[in-house]
Every structure is written in structure tokens, then in C-alpha cells.
């Protein structure tokens, strides 16, 4: 049985690589389409960046990341999650982290093939195409515009837990953590 273990693990961790190196090339893929045709410069867009979240079950802080922030005018805009496929399923941790850094207006997930696009605040779709993320000139003036309400502490707390939930499912074999998943 040992034996039988240790080759789906192996396979599943395969499968797992495939992932990581396809979720890359989702990645690329929009970083180009932001710098190129939205025309951020890099230094608008935090890539990987880690945020301390408390977690009241362990009692200690988890790191999360989503795969861009875009910068606009010295305030967040835009985060983005990459993803392979079932975006919709992804949609709540999107909006979770969002939330929990604190006004995001913008929540996208992607597969650069298809996107959703969603207000941060209501969770309301706001198009299913990344052409309407906002090129550079209008998150300037959103960024001016914008002052999202804050967060009441209780609806704060649920979305930390639901953050932290997704974090949790993001490692699923043995060894991937922390390998960009």
C-alpha cells in the first residue's frame, strides 16, 4: 500500500507543478497586458507582496498574497488573482482579501482568457472582461474619487476567517506550499 501512496503523490504532485507553471504563464500573460495596453508602469504594480493576517484559531499571523495590486495616484485600486479555471469558485477570496487590506475597490480574477470583474464593496459583477479594469489615467482619477466605507469590525472578522479559509486550501500536498500556489 506504501508503494500504491507514494505514486499518487507523485502524481499529484505533477499535476500540481502543471498548475503552477500554467498559472505563470496567466500571470505573464496579464503583467503584459497591464503594462502594455493599460499602460501601468512597474513600479504601479505590487507583484506577490505577503500581508500579515491575524488568525484568532492559531493565535499567530498568516501570510497571504494575491498575484497584482495595481497602484494608482499612491492609493490601491485593483487586486488581481490568477487562476486556471472555475474563476466564480475564486470570486470570494478575491473579495475577502480586498476587504481585509482595506479599500480595493476593484476585485479581479482571471485566466486571461476570461476574467470577473467585481466591485469590491457589494460583490456586484461588473463585467466578465479584464478590458474594463482601468487603464492608468482613470485609476488616477478613481484613486482621487474614491473613499470606500469602512468595514464594521464583525464583517471584518468574517472576512479574515474567509481569507484565511482560502490560504489554507491554496496548500494542499506535501512540499507546495510557499511554491506559488
Avoid at 49 to 61: A, H, R
Avoid at 125 to 131: A, K, Q
Amino acid at each position: 500500500m506504501e508503494e500504491r501512496e507514494k505514486m499518487i503523490l507523485d502524481k499529484l504532485r505533477d499535476e500540481e507543478r502543471k498548475n503552477v507553471m500554467m498559472t505563470g504563464f496567466i500571470r505573464e500573460n496579464v503583467y503584459e497586458f497591464l503594462t502594455t495596453r493599460k499602460g501601468y508602469q512597474e513600479q504601479e504594480i505590487e507583484v506577490d507582496v505577503p500581508f500579515e493576517v491575524f488568525s484568532p484559531t492559531t493565535g499567530q499571523n498568516e501570510q497571504c498574497s494575491v498575484d497584482f495590486i495595481i497602484k494608482a495616484g499612491g492609493r490601491r485600486i485593483v487586486a488581481i488573482k490568477c487562476a486556471l479555471s472555475a474563476l466564480e469558485s475564486i470570486e470570494r477570496h478575491i473579495l475577502a482579501f480586498s476587504r481585509v487590506l482595506g479599500g480595493i475597490p476593484i476585485s479581479v480574477v482571471t485566466s486571461s482568457d476570461y476574467s470577473r470583474v467585481l466591485k469590491t464593496e457589494t460583490g456586484e459583477l461588473v463585467s466578465e472582461d479584464l478590458s474594463v479594469i482601468p487603464d492608468r489615467a482613470q485609476a488616477i482619477s478613481m484613486a482621487e474619487q474614491l473613499c470606500p466605507a469602512p468595514i464594521p469590525e464583525e464583517r471584518l472578522r468574517m472576512e479574515r476567517r474567509i481569507l484565511l479559509a482560502f490560504n489554507t486550501l491554496s496548500c494542499r500536498l506535501p512540499g507546495t506550499c510557499g511554491e506559488g500556489l
